[in-house]
């Protein structure tokens, strides 16, 4: 989900150049005209992405921020070599500009030239190793902290480990899960408009939406945010498509954990920035 200004350009698939050889129908020499079958015309192949590599003189570490795919190409297009948990340690070998997503087209290449090529997306990484965070009991991380709980669909508030408020969520649909680990708020919009990633004709796609409290947790891509047009349908099993009670057809997110105005306005007025956000299962 992109956010008023930032654009988020269409996906640039993978290409791939195909060959297809024609064979010439010559007609037996006779004095009775044939009929001559046609063979279907040759597809012109598209032009395969170049990509220039950037090297580094000596490598890098990052850690994954919350669950995360490797691709075999800097595209999401690209086959899903392997995902990754939350804080876990890759070397940065070199980087790439890539599809553009959510905060540009900087990726990074976590292996070596002599390996298979593997690349990750810039947004979904840091430099700063994530500190776990305890919501509860004698060892509970100090201050505000938020905790997003996928299998119960709900959000929960703690201050100094006491739970000050909790209620139904809407998390990502099957194929656009919400991230899990831990992450931090780092933006607070009132109001704003979200613009669809996705071209027109994507199933992804959809019409500009008026948001009226967003906490923004991984660039210009992923918030906390109310959903007006999901009315009171919050809770298990909203996040894959089902029949809502008034009848309609509904599912998850595109990614962001969504839920009530009034339920919105109370996180966006009580979350500061740099809130921790804890997202499991």
Same mark, same amino acid.
């Given at each position: 989900?992109?956010? %008023?200004?930032?654009?988020?350009?269409?996906?640039?698939?993978? &290409?791939?150049?195909?060959?297809?050889?024609?064979?010439?129908?010559?007609?037996?020499?006779?004095?009775?005209?044939?009929?001559?079958?046609?063979?279907?015309?040759? /597809?012109?192949?598209? /032009?395969?992405?170049?990509?220039?590599?950037?090297?580094?003189? +000596?490598?890098? %570490?990052?850690?994954?921020?919350?669950?995360?795919?490797?691709?075999?190409?800097?595209?999401?297009?690209?086959?899903?070599?392997?995902? @990754?948990?939350? +804080?876990?340690?890759?070397?940065? *070998?070199?980087?790439?500009?890539?599809?553009?997503?959510?905060?540009?087209?900087?990726?990074?290449?976590?292996?070596?030239?002599?390996?298979?090529?593997? *690349?990750?997306?810039? $947004?979904?990484?840091?430099?700063?190793?994530?500190?776990?965070?305890?919501?509860?009991?004698?060892?509970?991380?100090?201050?505000?902290?938020? =905790? #997003?709980?996928?299998? +119960?669909?709900?959000?929960?508030?703690?201050?100094?480990? %006491?739970?000050?408020?909790?209620?139904?969520?809407?998390?990502?649909?099957?194929? @656009?899960?919400?991230?899990?680990?831990?992450?931090?708020?780092?933006?607070?919009?009132?109001?704003?408009?979200?613009?669809?990633?996705?071209? =027109?004709?994507?199933?992804?796609? *959809?019409?500009? @939406?008026?948001?009226?409290?967003?906490?923004?947790?991984?660039?210009?891509?992923?918030? @906390?945010?109310?959903?007006?047009? &999901?009315?009171?349908?919050?809770?298990?099993? %909203?996040?894959?498509?089902?029949?809502?009670?008034?009848?309609?057809?509904?599912?998850?997110?595109?990614?962001?954990? $969504?839920?009530? #105005?009034?339920?919105?306005?109370?996180?966006?007025?009580?979350?500061?920035?740099?809130?921790?956000?804890?997202?499991?299962?």
């Amino acid at each position: 989900m992109s956010v %008023t200004p930032a654009a988020a350009t269409p996906n640039q698939g993978q &290409r791939m150049a195909q060959s297809v050889a024609n064979v010439d129908m010559v007609p037996s020499p006779t004095a009775t005209p044939t009929v001559q079958n046609t063979p279907d015309p040759t /597809p012109t192949p598209d /032009p395969v992405k170049t990509m220039t590599i950037s090297w580094n003189s +000596a490598p890098s %570490t990052i850690y994954t921020v919350g669950t995360a795919n490797v691709r075999n190409i800097p595209f999401t297009s690209g086959y899903v070599i392997k995902t @990754l948990a939350a +804080a876990q340690t890759l070397t940065v *070998y070199g980087t790439v500009n890539g599809e553009i997503l959510s905060n540009g087209a900087l990726w990074y290449r976590i292996s070596d030239q002599n390996s298979t090529p593997e *690349y990750i997306y810039s $947004e979904l990484v840091s430099t700063t190793k994530p500190v776990p965070v305890v919501t509860t009991g004698p060892t509970a991380t100090p201050g505000k902290i938020i =905790k #997003v709980n996928l299998t +119960a669909q709900t959000i929960s508030a703690y201050d100094n480990g %006491t739970l000050v408020h909790q209620n139904l969520i809407t998390s990502g649909q099957p194929n @656009l899960l919400t991230p899990t680990g831990t992450f931090q708020i780092i933006s607070k919009l009132h109001p704003a408009t979200f613009y669809s990633p996705w071209p =027109k004709g994507s199933p992804y796609y *959809y019409a500009p @939406l008026n948001i009226n409290y967003a906490l923004g947790f991984q660039g210009t891509l992923l918030f @906390l945010h109310d959903a007006t047009w &999901r009315g009171t349908d919050f809770g298990p099993g %909203t996040n894959v498509p089902h029949t809502a009670a008034n009848g309609s057809q509904m599912t998850g997110s595109h990614g962001c954990v $969504e839920m009530s #105005v009034d339920n919105s306005a109370w996180f966006y007025n009580w979350a500061t920035i740099g809130t921790p956000l804890v997202i499991a299962y």
